[in-house]
């Protein structure tokens, strides 16, 4: 097929996440068959200022679909939330004859590429990896897969002891303002209740979790805190039960970047390969400023203004599906 894309860039930016090598090699790999060339960009938008660019041959991308994190690296840029910034990104695409720019990461990384290409007229696609699932316009996002089961993993593990000393544990999981990986480990774990942001934390339903979930059936209980101003946190919520309920023993476990590590799934590997094809075949139907999703297993294209600035919603029926299987 024509197109006037001769020249593709690929960067990963923000949170690592796993999955991320397998999009950067089914993007490089299909370019490649479609008679393009690729450049690697090295650090995110960082690496475009300062011109950390290798060209890709297919050897490049070879054994890297079982790995976590990402070959190019990614890295934080104050610098390309400026105009000068910008500027000095856009050269280095010019200089370096790239048509066209491939950027896959999470809200802030879309939000930095979409201004890129409106402010320059620059194609850009948007692959969503991010392990916190929190991307409007796309039921799944690369990563969040693998992380999910590495909490649940986890979780598993940290039931052992807390049933050996009949403790009440409060397990912190990422997500920032979103409560998917929280919610969905609780399930997938067999928690006792998941607390997230988007249910505002009452006192009362605290008090319930405690005085159903633990006091009375329960010779332990597990409870899963997302990572929130909102809701406190693992620490937040623990300081509150030890003064409200000071009969019991508390412990808390924060995950952290274990979350972010590992090898990716198969489910990841595969959505990711999907997604990365799909850029390039959105690039050749000349589609720009777009990110790739998948709904109801079908690709989409979500134009990065929906896929930023909608909320994505948390399913309130699996909040219902926990307290029932919890009891």
Not at 51 to 73: A, P, Y
Not at 185 to 200: L, R
Not at 213 to 225: A, E, P, Q, Y
Request: charged share 25%; with cysteine.
């Amino acid at each position: 097929m024509e197109t006037s894309v001769k020249c593709i860039g690929i960067l990963t930016s923000g949170g690592d996440a796993p999955g991320m090598n397998a999009a950067i090699r089914a993007v490089s790999r299909s370019a490649i068959y479609n008679e393009m060339s690729v450049k690697g960009i090295y650090r995110g938008f960082k690496g475009l200022i300062t011109n950390e660019i290798e060209e890709f041959k297919t050897q490049h991308v070879s054994n890297i679909i079982q790995r976590g994190g990402t070959i190019l690296k990614t890295a934080r840029c104050d610098e390309f939330k400026t105009v000068e910034g910008r500027k000095k990104a856009y050269e280095t695409l010019s200089r370096e004859k790239i048509d066209a720019l491939v950027v896959i990461g999470g809200d802030g990384s879309l939000s930095g590429a979409r201004i890129l290409a409106q402010e320059y007229n620059f194609p850009i696609v948007g692959l969503p990896g991010t392990i916190d699932n929190d991307l409007y316009g796309t039921d799944v996002t690369i990563g969040y897969d693998t992380a999910l089961n590495t909490i649940m993993e986890c979780v598993d593990k940290i039931r052992d002891t807390a049933s050996s000393h009949e403790r009440l544990f409060f397990i912190e999981v990422m997500g920032r303002e979103a409560g998917f990986l929280a919610l969905n480990g609780a399930i997938a774990s067999g928690a006792e209740a998941a607390i997230i942001p988007e249910i505002s934390l009452q006192k009362d339903q605290l008090s319930e979790m405690i005085k159903f979930g633990f006091r009375k059936s329960k010779n332990s209980s597990i409870v899963l805190v997302a990572e929130s101003d909102v809701t406190g946190g693992a620490l937040g919520v623990a300081e509150r039960v030890k003064k409200e309920y000071p009969q019991f023993d508390v412990r808390v476990s924060i995950l952290g970047h274990l979350q972010r590590g590992g090898s990716p799934t198969a489910q990841d590997r595969i959505l990711a390969t999907r997604m990365g094809v799909a850029a390039i075949d959105a690039l050749l139907d000349g589609q720009r400023n777009v990110m790739i999703g998948v709904q109801n297993e079908e690709i989409v294209h979500v134009p990065f203004s929906k896929a930023i600035k909608k909320i994505k919603s948390v399913d309130v029926d699996l909040l219902n599906l926990l307290l029932i299987v919890s009891r």
